[in-house]
């Protein structure tokens, strides 16, 4: 087995683990809801979330891998440019989960993408248009579902108004499984495609796989299967502490206003898809609790909602510094480049395992869900959500 395959397999073995963390890091995007409204017990509803991950693949094709395969021109794409941008975007990741901090794995690995695209060829080694069509997307994913969680929720209000339901009322709790079903459908659907373009582009700038007139690559079968199993597995080992950051953090969820946030995000991921665009689904489904927050006028927790909006703003540039310095390490000299690199990835996986020994566990979310009826301070009170 010559070095160039064993350096592909260890990547895609990266891909896969940044694709794992990206399943439990943005698990919170689907079960937030049912979680923090006791729609679900906490520890099934991760397992319902990463079933409905999973089922994607049966239905989905390959247009936002494509697009993400793309962010790196065929001719700058090494092993070593995608293990830089993986590295950058497991880092971030990691960092945010440890946090609690809702942020974008998506957003994470074009950002990766770009540095170590530029440190490996400069300006022209980018596409930009990629990347025009992702940054876009940071704009419009968040404003839309925000828009049509606000409207949903008015319009679950009059529904209520009409039948006398209360806010809790059975129908509201079955219809956000429906909808959250729909969300981690979606979550699978566009971020699983993430990793299938990142594995894709470094099958062909390995030479294993050809690209197609206009960059477009044909994903084997192998890496589509294996990339929704990953997001799957992560989704059910639970990213906790973002569940109850998007849960009880931002604002102050019933069933009515669950089912409308799950509308909103589901709007926004499913025509994104649809239009080949890799969104942040973070971004979607944290804008629509917050829409339906608003709109239902349950309380506000500006302070997260700040922090939050930062660590959005800060995920590209962050993730690109990091894949440049990463490359650029690669190409020290020979032994140099080991230790460095070396002493990166060793760093790198010390600190997740500590993270990941020392993280929330269901139990843990379940007691926070029955502590909300307790007062809160640093919300705008309207009605109490849990403070930072």
């Not at 350096?7 to 079960?31: C, E, R």
């Not at 994470?108 to 940054?135: D, E, P």
């Not at 301070?377 to 849990?386: A, I, L, T, W, Y």
Request: with cysteine.
């Amino acid at each position: 087995m010559d070095l160039l395959l064993l350096s592909v397999i260890a990547v895609i073995a990266l891909a896969l683990l940044f694709d794992f963390s990206n399943g439990f890091h943005d698990a919170a995007n689907s079960v937030a809801t049912v979680v923090a409204t006791r729609a679900m017990p906490a520890r099934w509803a991760v397992w319902f979330s990463a079933t409905c991950n999973f089922a994607a693949y049966f239905f989905v094709g390959t247009a936002v891998a494509n697009t993400v395969a793309k962010t790196v021109k065929p001719g700058s794409v090494t092993v070593a440019v995608v293990f830089s941008a993986l590295f950058a975007a497991i880092a971030w990741n990691y960092l945010t989960w440890h946090r609690g901090m809702p942020s974008s794995s998506s957003h994470a690995i074009i950002g990766g993408l770009i540095g170590a695209g530029l440190a490996a060829g400069g300006t022209g080694a980018v596409s930009w248009g990629t990347v025009q069509k992702t940054l876009l997307a940071i704009v419009a994913s968040p404003a839309v579902a925000l828009a049509v969680a606000a409207l949903a929720t008015l319009l679950v209000i009059g529904v209520q108004r009409v039948t006398k339901l209360p806010d809790d009322a059975k129908p509201f709790k079955v219809l956000q499984l429906v909808s959250a079903a729909a969300v981690s459908f979606g979550h699978g659907a566009n971020d699983a495609q993430k990793t299938m373009g990142v594995i894709a582009a470094l099958l062909a700038g390995a030479g294993y796989v050809t690209s197609k007139p206009g960059g477009s690559i044909t994903v084997p079968e192998w890496v589509a299967l294996a990339s929704y199993a990953a997001i799957a597995a992560g989704t059910a080992w639970g990213g906790w502490k973002i569940i109850d950051t998007m849960g009880l953090r931002l604002t102050r969820l019933n069933a009515r206003t669950g089912v409308a946030a799950n509308i909103g995000a589901t709007t926004a991921i499913f025509g994104a898809t649809a239009l080949g665009a890799p969104i942040s689904t973070t971004h979607a489904a944290a804008s629509s609790v917050i829409g339906a927050g608003a709109a239902a006028r349950t309380g506000t927790n500006w302070k997260v909602i700040g922090e939050m909006v930062t660590a959005w703003v800060a995920t590209i540039p962050a993730t690109a510094a990091v894949g440049w310095l990463v490359l650029k390490a690669t190409r020290l000299p020979t032994g140099l480049a080991v230790v460095v690199v070396g002493a990166a990835v060793v760093a790198l996986v010390g600190a997740i395992g500590w993270a990941m020994a020392h993280a929330m566990g269901a139990r843990e979310m379940e007691a926070e869900v029955l502590s909300t009826a307790l007062p809160a301070r640093g919300v705008d009170e309207v009605s109490p959500v849990r403070a930072a």
